[in-house]
């Protein structure tokens, strides 16, 4: 048709009618959609159906020779500018010529300069991965989730390890952020749960796995044993250069999205313990690992045997309980029983508890807690000082560890409600009593709404009323059976008879 160039397609077709014995040139054309001229044309060689390259511009250029004045000098400093930065620079050099209509155009001509004079760019080099070669293990935030334990917020890492091979998943809740403890009970738990060690392992630049601050690449000592005792070698990526963990980084994504997709279909994202939480993220990891079976199980004949036993996942600490019957571990006050004052214990520092022995015996194990940033915490037991504290309550009134001391929940209410003009001597006495009793009488739960409740109501719970409601008042005396032997049988037991 006039006006509209021919295509290839339509050349082919007329050449493929004109091969039959049927079809004149005239016919052929017809119905390839051309004219019997350009059928001409094509058969002699002179139609061309390549459209030549346009070396003009169809319209004015707005710019008017100012991009190169002004714009390239300014990009081949700095190649980093953006065109929104750079439309401003032309409005000051050209006042009411320019404005947002024209930034599109001026985005396709810095785009262009770039692509022809701007600088090299990073290029990443897709990687052959080799069966048993590598394990790769990385930290990750989850709180864009919004998760919650039981109602509150719950600020987390993820401990995630992943062969490269087979993309075989493990992931854990890393309480402490990445700290030597959680690495390696992390990285044990996943050899030990996979069935076997890769030849190397890769991490980014850990402050518990390297010695950052050397110019060499140096491991921790702590670290060292650790893969000197699984035989694995230890590499890191480049500082700064995220993508050369790659294998993991991109998996970071991919697992979150799979996490917060279930917790939709959950319903909800709040969970009653952590071990609901960590209960749901294992049923997602199986269903990842059950992806890469098949190449999971060609890449498990290459991995090292695991060792005969697991090596420490904790650090050790001595310390000395103070006259006030606490500890402090790592910028953490913890209170211990008081009958262990004056003693000095060791310490095992897990990622998630600690783990006190006097000498060789385990004595106690303490949930382990977390001082943020520069602060400090505490973690108090009341029922590790209340017997003491009974005996002299009116120390409870100016005691540093007062607000502590309280358990959450209830009684926290309650202490804030009794004191909500100030804090009275009563006061102090009356809370020391009820925390006194919900120890001895395993009450603290129900003690605490009763004597809440009571309150509410406008009377004060006695400690008489709460003790004759929670406590024991009846001793049951069992019933004992005795039976006294004849003095024959003490004959027959000494071999004989004593009387003539």
Known sequence: MPGKSITQQQVKLFMSYRKQPNHTQASAAAK??????????????????????????????????????????????????????????????????????????????????????????????????????????????????????????????????????????????????????????????????????????????????????????MLTERYQALCQHYHVVATRNNKGVAHENGAIESAHGHLKKKVDQQLMLRGSRDFNHLKDYEAFLSLIVAKINRQFRTRFDEERTYLQTLPKRRTNDFSEHYVKVSSSSTIQVKRVTYTVPSRLIGTSLLIHIFDERLELFYGHEAILTLPRVYAEGALRARSVDYRHIIHSLARKPNAFKCSQLRDDIIPAGDFTLLWQQLTQDYVSDEDCRYIVSLLLLAHNYHCEAALGRYALNAFKTGSRASIEACRNRFGTNKIEIPAIVSQQHTVQSYDALIGGSLHG
């Open 32 to 217: 390839a959609g051309i004219s019997e001229r350009s059928g001409r044309r094509i058969e002699v060689g002179d139609l061309q159906t390549t459209k030549l390259q346009r070396h003009y511009s169809t319209r004015e250029d707005p710019f008017n020779g100012l991009f190169e004045q002004y714009i390239i000098p300014l990009l081949e400093d700095n190649p980093a500018l953006q065109p929104i930065t750079l439309l401003g620079v032309l409005e000051e050099h050209a006042p009411g010529r320019f404005d947002r209509s024209h930034l599109r155009t001026l985005q396709r001509r810095v785009k262009r300069w770039r692509a022809q004079y701007g600088p090299e760019k990073e290029v990443i080099f897709r990687q052959n991965h080799i069966p048993g070669d590598m394990g790769i293990s990385d930290y990750t935030w989850m709180n864009s989730l919004n998760i919650t334990l039981a109602g509150a917020e719950f600020k987390h890492k993820l401990f995630h390890y992943r062969l490269t091979f087979s993309g075989w998943t493990y992931v854990q809740v890393a309480l402490g952020g990445e700290s030597f403890e959680s690495l390696s009970s992390g990285l044990q738990n996943a050899f030990w749960q996979c069935g076997g060690v890769p030849a190397s392992h890769r991490t980014d630049s850990l402050s518990a796995a390297f010695k950052n601050h050397s110019e060499k690449v």
